[in-house]
């Protein structure tokens, strides 16, 4: 490797070319789905092929004539359609096609025969058996022989009361057996059941059986009147007076209801003699049946109905005001609430109904309470990303009204590997070999002879990307820089580990449901170098009494794993040894035990309105200093080659699983860069500590998902104009790194949560601390400045939030929105810069809102925010990142949740 850098930095040039040869066989593609179909019946047909894979995106076209375009969904490579009504045979025709390029025109055809329902050579054949006598008052079973035709299956059967005294139906009635109790008669009559049978097809087959009723009991049956028929307006409330009587005993119950289709009616007192109702709202006149029956004290039933004639009235539909899913991005196992609101302009009751659009392969939710304007919704365990899409139907027993709401269904990072599994496979991601997986792995090197220049081979994974840039581009400023990075034994460290980096996904986001957060990070107590007898809970109490969401404290990891307080401000001669040594007069074991103790002072903090979590700060005076949030394990740079050296242990330990003593669950945020300069000083004039600002912020790809933040402003100072070109943020993005801007307060005084010190805001979907961890990888956050902190900023482009990583084709228009609400705080010039790479100001605007347009290019990677008010930089955003290309990026998964658990083996 040294000799091709020495080489190049001479300017010779290195090229090389990729091959790929195409073994694929030929493809046949065809249209399944059923040929012979029956009217109104939802069906699919759908593209396939003779290999297994995806059969890509197709164009589908049909006969207009025959079909209605509202009865058609189509896919991506399927078509589903509801058949016509028809009464006769008829064909529809259907077509798929597509241009790949430089191919022909693929191009498939289908057709599919409607028949009607009932067809007799389709429909199923049904035997519900011989008609019988039975006496009066007998439970008899009724059974029903089915068979469906043309390799199609029965779906459904249905039993149904066609006429005579009514009989009492014990059990199911969509089985292929059906019991009922046969009323009493003053005389023989017949009482006839038909059996409906239902094939996959839509097909409808039907037979019916008569039951002749015998006399045998001597009983008079009551005497009942349900009243005359009669005529109503639709949606309005009507009276019955009926009358019963028994001569020969007396009468035990009473009982209004209405027959199909309306047999879902509420009738009030249903169970006495002067029952009313409100009429359906129907939007043509028809006739409604309420029967009217009583029932004697021998068992012995007696049945009138009465119809009425139901005009309809003018009717508005009913207005749905909202519709939404809180929250509308959701993990596996969790619950979201189903929320919707809807008025109706003629006060008709209004009926609500969610359900699932379920695509192709896709989970299935588990929805509760779906007839409730607030349901709920419960997904399953994910394996991969949904987007499902839920309807709301809401119905004024006339109109409906719908509308479809999405959910963001996102999956979990798979978990991290156990003790017995790291055995087996030791290399996979999460075990301790894992960071070396690249260079214990043989493929890679037996990649290496076929094409040196493969992503796969050793030479291109450790090699880095300073290396690569000069065999790309060779020259002495690209060769050099090279040259100086594989000079320090940790850049090739640095290139191993297996993290994908920040930008192979996008975070998900939901407008609605999201909110801003505003807490204080980076936080010092008396367990490090605070003040004295202070500690984390103080912390907690103080910004939480503030008003604030959420406070991570960050003590210095030099000294938390011993007795000793490095502090500051006034002790009492009496206190020394609690000032110096136990830390806290209350609870002086905590000071053996400070990291757990600041665990545990964090959890008793928390609660609905407020999250505290925990960090420390890795402290190095050559490199710089860095916070490190919600590792359960912890490092210090001054007991190792951190401190000075190299920073080779800290990144392995950082990519180090957890589970071993690593930090591969922490969050990483860069403080105040610049401040550490002690061998930087010295050494300027030398052309400078090629180790100041964490190797001048070289590049880690193991270690970029997780690291996440720079500090831009910190206790009273503004930190990111004093980096190279004016601003830090500017050259550690151009340096690779996926960063959005903190405000820390870095406060080691007592009054922790002040208005005059910096604050953070996370756009997140709760204050939970799960939530609040995942906006942080997500860089969803801004900074705000000392005495600003009421500022609220939003910043989209193409209505895609901060910390987005987009796709755009080069030259396509990118739509920049963005807003500032100041709240209390007092903004008298307030003004924009929108920014690229290079700190170069790509636009800049007066005001608090501001719309304007960009230009994709390939050399604009990211746009941030400054935001000022007249020449004082008061407001940071996470940039927007912006990559070559159409189709956008896979959503992000999401952490398991955070568990504070032990490591099986102490860090290695």
Same mark, same amino acid.
């Given at each position: 490797?040294?000799?091709?850098?020495?080489?190049?930095?001479?300017?010779?040039?290195?090229?090389?070319?990729?091959?790929?040869?195409?073994?694929?066989?030929?493809?046949?593609?065809?249209?399944?789905?059923?040929?012979?179909?029956?009217?109104?019946?939802?069906?699919?047909?759908?593209?396939?092929?003779?290999?297994?894979?995806?059969?890509?995106?197709?164009?589908?076209?049909?006969?207009?004539?025959?079909?209605?375009?509202?009865?058609?969904?189509?896919?991506?490579?399927?078509?589903?359609?509801?058949?016509?009504?028809?009464?006769?045979?008829?064909?529809?025709?259907?077509?798929?096609?597509?241009?790949?390029?430089?191919?022909?025109?693929?191009?498939?055809?289908?057709?599919?025969?409607?028949?009607?329902?009932?067809?007799?050579?389709?429909?199923?054949?049904?035997?519900?058996?011989?008609?019988?006598?039975?006496?009066?008052?007998?439970?008899?079973?009724?059974?029903?022989?089915?068979?469906?035709?043309?390799?199609?299956?029965?779906?459904?059967?249905?039993?149904?009361?066609?006429?005579?005294?009514?009989?009492?139906?014990?059990?199911?009635?969509?089985?292929?057996?059906?019991?009922?109790?046969?009323?009493?008669?003053?005389?023989?009559?017949?009482?006839?059941?038909?059996?409906?049978?239902?094939?996959?097809?839509?097909?409808?087959?039907?037979?019916?059986?008569?039951?002749?009723?015998?006399?045998?009991?001597?009983?008079?049956?009551?005497?009942?009147?349900?009243?005359?028929?009669?005529?109503?307006?639709?949606?309005?409330?009507?009276?019955?007076?009926?009358?019963?009587?028994?001569?020969?005993?007396?009468?035990?119950?009473?009982?209004?209801?209405?027959?199909?289709?309306?047999?879902?009616?509420?009738?009030?007192?249903?169970?006495?003699?002067?029952?009313?109702?409100?009429?359906?709202?129907?939007?043509?006149?028809?006739?409604?049946? *309420? $029967?009217?029956?009583? %029932? !004697?004290?021998?068992?012995?039933? =007696?049945?009138? +109905? @009465?119809?009425? #004639?139901?005009? &309809?009235?003018?009717?508005?539909?009913?207005? *749905? $005001?909202?519709?939404? %899913? !809180?929250?509308?991005?959701?993990? =596996?196992?969790? +619950? @979201?609430?189903? #929320?919707?609101? &809807?008025?109706?302009?003629?006060?008709?009751?209004?009926?609500?109904?969610?359900?699932?659009?379920?695509?192709?392969?896709?989970?299935?939710?588990?929805?509760?309470?779906?007839?409730?304007?607030?349901?709920?919704?419960?997904?399953?365990?994910?394996?991969?990303?949904?987007?499902?899409?839920?309807?709301?139907?809401?119905?004024?027993?006339?109109?409906?009204?719908?509308?479809?709401?999405?959910?963001?269904?996102?999956?979990?990072?798979?978990?991290?590997?156990?003790?017995?599994?790291?055995?087996?496979?030791?290399?996979?991601?999460?075990?301790?070999?894992?960071?070396?997986?690249?260079?214990?792995?043989?493929?890679?090197?037996?990649?290496?002879?076929?094409?040196?220049?493969?992503?796969?081979?050793?030479?291109?994974?450790?090699?880095?990307?300073?290396?690569?840039?000069?065999?790309?581009?060779?020259?002495?400023?690209?060769?050099?820089?090279?040259?100086?990075?594989?000079?320090?034994?940790?850049?090739?460290?640095?290139?191993?580990?297996?993290?994908?980096?920040?930008?192979?996904?996008?975070?998900?986001?939901?407008?609605?449901?999201?909110?801003?957060?505003?807490?204080?990070?980076?936080?010092?107590?008396?367990?490090?170098?605070?003040?004295?007898?202070?500690?984390?809970?103080?912390?907690?109490?103080?910004?939480?009494?503030?008003?604030?969401?959420?406070?991570?404290?960050?003590?210095?990891?030099?000294?938390?794993?011993?007795?000793?307080?490095?502090?500051?401000?006034?002790?009492?001669?009496?206190?020394?040894?609690?000032?110096?040594?136990?830390?806290?007069?209350?609870?002086?074991?905590?000071?053996?035990?400070?990291?757990?103790?600041?665990?545990?002072?964090?959890?008793?903090?928390?609660?609905?309105?407020?999250?505290?979590?925990?960090?420390?700060?890795?402290?190095?005076?050559?490199?710089?200093?860095?916070?490190?949030?919600?590792?359960?394990?912890?490092?210090?740079?001054?007991?190792?080659?951190?401190?000075?050296?190299?920073?080779?242990?800290?990144?392995?330990?950082?990519?180090?699983?957890?589970?071993?003593?690593?930090?591969?669950?922490?969050?990483?945020?860069?403080?105040?860069?610049?401040?550490?300069?002690?061998?930087?000083?010295?050494?300027?004039?030398?052309?400078?500590?090629?180790?100041?600002?964490?190797?001048?912020?070289?590049?880690?790809?193991?270690?970029?998902?997780?690291?996440?933040?720079?500090?831009?402003?910190?206790?009273?100072?503004?930190?990111?104009?004093?980096?190279?070109?004016?601003?830090?943020?500017?050259?550690?993005?151009?340096?690779?790194?996926?960063?959005?801007?903190?405000?820390?307060?870095?406060?080691?005084?007592?009054?922790?949560?002040?208005?005059?010190?910096?604050?953070?805001?996370?756009?997140?979907?709760?204050?939970?601390?799960?939530?609040?961890?995942?906006?942080?990888?997500?860089?969803?956050?801004?900074?705000?400045?000392?005495?600003?902190?009421?500022?609220?900023?939003?910043?989209?482009?193409?209505?895609?939030?901060?910390?987005?990583?987009?796709?755009?084709?080069?030259?396509?228009?990118?739509?920049?929105?963005?807003?500032?609400?100041?709240?209390?705080?007092?903004?008298?010039?307030?003004?924009?810069?929108?920014?690229?790479?290079?700190?170069?100001?790509?636009?800049?605007?007066?005001?608090?809102?501001?719309?304007?347009?960009?230009?994709?290019?390939?050399?604009?990677?990211?746009?941030?925010?400054?935001?000022?008010?007249?020449?004082?930089?008061?407001?940071?955003?996470?940039?927007?990142?912006?990559?070559?290309?159409?189709?956008?990026?896979?959503?992000?998964?999401?952490?398991?949740?955070?568990?504070?658990?032990?490591?099986?083996?102490?860090?290695?």
């Amino acid at each position: 490797m040294l000799s091709t850098l020495l080489s190049a930095c001479g300017g010779s040039s290195v090229s090389g070319t990729k091959s790929t040869k195409d073994n694929s066989a030929a493809v046949v593609f065809y249209i399944i789905g059923d040929t012979d179909v029956a009217s109104n019946t939802l069906n699919t047909l759908r593209v396939e092929s003779n290999v297994n894979g995806d059969t890509g995106s197709w164009d589908w076209q049909f006969d207009n004539s025959q079909l209605d375009q509202d009865a058609v969904l189509i896919g991506r490579d399927s078509i589903s359609y509801t058949a016509p009504a028809v009464s006769q045979a008829t064909i529809l025709s259907f077509w798929a096609e597509r241009r790949l390029p430089g191919q022909e025109i693929q191009k498939i055809n289908k057709l599919v025969r409607v028949y009607p329902a009932d067809d007799q050579n389709k429909r199923p054949t049904v035997n519900a058996g011989s008609d019988l006598n039975a006496e009066e008052g007998a439970t008899i079973v009724l059974r029903v022989m089915t068979s469906a035709q043309g390799g199609r299956s029965i779906r459904s059967i249905e039993w149904q009361q066609q006429s005579g005294p009514i009989a009492e139906i014990i059990g199911a009635a969509d089985q292929d057996t059906l019991t009922i109790k046969l009323p009493q008669v003053d005389s023989s009559a017949p009482v006839v059941f038909g059996v409906f049978a239902y094939d996959s097809g839509g097909f409808t087959g039907f037979d019916e059986i008569e039951v002749r009723v015998l006399d045998t009991f001597v009983n008079a049956l009551p005497v009942v009147d349900a009243g005359i028929d009669r005529e109503a307006q639709a949606n309005t409330e009507i009276h019955f007076d009926g009358s019963a009587s028994d001569s020969d005993g007396e009468l035990v119950s009473l009982l209004w209801e209405a027959l199909e289709p309306d047999q879902a009616l509420n009738i009030r007192n249903s169970d006495t003699l002067k029952p009313s109702l409100i009429t359906p709202n129907v939007s043509v006149d028809r006739v409604m049946k *309420i $029967r009217f029956t009583a %029932i !004697d004290d021998k068992g012995g039933s =007696s049945s009138d +109905t @009465v119809s009425v #004639l139901i005009r &309809a009235a003018v009717n508005q539909p009913p207005q *749905i $005001r909202h519709a939404y %899913i !809180d929250p509308g991005v959701a993990y =596996s196992g969790e +619950t @979201v609430a189903l #929320l919707a609101d &809807a008025q109706d302009a003629d006060g008709n009751t209004l009926h609500y109904q969610w359900s699932q659009l379920v695509e192709e392969n896709q989970a299935i939710l588990t929805i509760t309470d779906d007839e409730s304007p607030t349901a709920a919704a419960t997904l399953p365990i994910l394996t991969r990303n949904y987007n499902f899409k839920l309807k709301l139907a809401v119905s004024d027993g006339r109109d409906i009204e719908t509308r479809d709401i999405s959910l963001q269904g996102i999956a979990n990072v798979k978990p991290q590997p156990d003790l017995f599994s790291c055995l087996s496979q030791p290399l996979q991601q999460g075990c301790p070999l894992s960071p070396l997986a690249s260079v214990l792995n043989p493929d890679n090197f037996i990649a290496c002879a076929t094409d040196p220049s493969s992503s796969e081979c050793i030479f291109t994974k450790i090699a880095g990307p300073a290396v690569l840039a000069c065999v790309d581009a060779p020259g002495p400023q690209t060769c050099g820089a090279a040259l100086a990075n594989v000079a320090d034994p940790s850049y090739v460290l640095e290139q191993l580990g297996e993290e994908d980096s920040a930008g192979q996904c996008n975070p998900a986001f939901d407008e609605r449901s999201f909110e801003h957060y505003i807490g204080a990070l980076h936080e010092h107590t008396a367990y490090s170098d605070g003040t004295y007898l202070s500690r984390p809970a103080d912390v907690f109490a103080s910004v939480k009494a503030a008003g604030f969401d959420f406070s991570g404290s960050s003590d210095h990891s030099d000294n938390m794993a011993i007795p000793l307080s490095a502090g500051r401000g006034d002790c009492a001669p009496e206190q020394i040894l609690d000032c110096l040594v136990f830390v806290d007069d209350n609870n002086r074991s905590d000071a053996f035990l400070k990291w757990r103790a600041t665990q545990e002072q964090a959890l008793a903090a928390s609660d609905e309105n407020f999250t505290a979590f925990r960090g420390f700060e890795w402290t190095s005076d050559r490199f710089g200093h860095a916070n490190v949030f919600f590792s359960r394990n912890i490092i210090n740079a001054k007991t190792g080659p951190g401190y000075a050296l190299t920073m080779a242990r800290f990144w392995q330990w950082f990519s180090y699983p957890a589970e071993f003593g690593g930090g591969s669950d922490g969050l990483l945020s860069f403080n105040h860069p610049g401040r550490e300069d002690a061998i930087e000083s010295i050494a300027e004039s030398f052309g400078g500590d090629p180790g100041f600002t964490f190797n001048d912020f070289r590049y880690v790809k193991a270690a970029d998902y997780r690291t996440v933040g720079i500090e831009v402003f910190g206790k009273g100072s503004e930190y990111d104009s004093d980096g190279p070109l004016g601003s830090w943020l500017s050259y550690a993005l151009d340096k690779g790194w996926y960063l959005g801007p903190v405000g820390s307060e870095d406060h080691h005084d007592t009054r922790w949560g002040d208005a005059d010190l910096p604050k953070t805001v996370l756009i997140s979907r709760s204050r939970s601390r799960d939530d609040l961890r995942e906006a942080m990888l997500a860089r969803r956050f801004y900074a705000v400045a000392q005495s600003y902190n009421d500022i609220r900023l939003d910043f989209r482009i193409d209505g895609q939030v901060m910390g987005s990583r987009l796709r755009r084709v080069i030259g396509s228009d990118l739509n920049v929105k963005l807003s500032m609400a100041s709240n209390s705080a007092t903004v008298i010039a307030p003004r924009f810069e929108l920014v690229g790479p290079g700190n170069s100001v790509i636009a800049r605007s007066s005001g608090s809102h501001w719309e304007t347009t960009l230009v994709s290019s390939p050399a604009l990677k990211y746009v941030f925010v400054r935001v000022f008010d007249g020449d004082r930089p008061i407001a940071f955003s996470a940039p927007i990142w912006l990559q070559e290309g159409a189709q956008p990026l896979p959503k992000c998964l999401v952490p398991q949740v955070w568990k504070d658990k032990p490591a099986l083996l102490p860090s290695i």
